[in-house]
């Protein structure tokens, strides 16, 4: 069980950054893929980083590509999503996410992840 707690969001015009953290509790922490996902207004939730357990692998949707990057902590269980160069379309309720890895990194739809944090809107201003 891994209870998530997003933070870090907030109003910020296009071009500029914000870095979103995401504490867990429970056990195990290091044994989890983490994973950010988005929610826009009136979409369905879209795949935007994940992390594997040590940090060596991470994935990025084609949209954040260079823009965003996704790092952990597994020491102080954080998960932070760096995001610079940002656009209007950005803008969404973020959500961190979690699931035990195994062996398996790349999981990017959202009913392959078994649990979530409350989420963090961010809004980008043009």
């Known amino acids: 069980q891994v209870d998530l707690v997003e933070s870090g969001g907030g109003l910020v015009q296009a071009g500029g950054s914000l870095r979103l953290s995401c504490a867990a509790s429970g056990s195990y922490f290091s044994s989890y893929t983490m994973g950010w996902f988005r929610q826009a207004p009136g979409k369905d939730h879209e795949f935007v980083a994940s992390?594997?357990?040590?940090?060596?692998?991470?994935n990025y949707a084609e949209s954040v590509k260079g823009r965003f990057t996704i790092a952990r902590d597994n020491a102080k269980n954080m998960v932070y999503l760096q995001m610079n160069s940002l656009k209007p379309e950005d803008t969404a309720v973020y959500y961190c996410a979690a699931y035990y890895s195994g062996s398996d990194y790349y999981r990017t739809v959202p009913n392959e992840y078994d649990y979530w944090g409350q989420g963090t809107q961010v809004t980008v201003s043009s």
């Open positions: 992390i594997s357990w040590n940090g060596g692998i991470t």
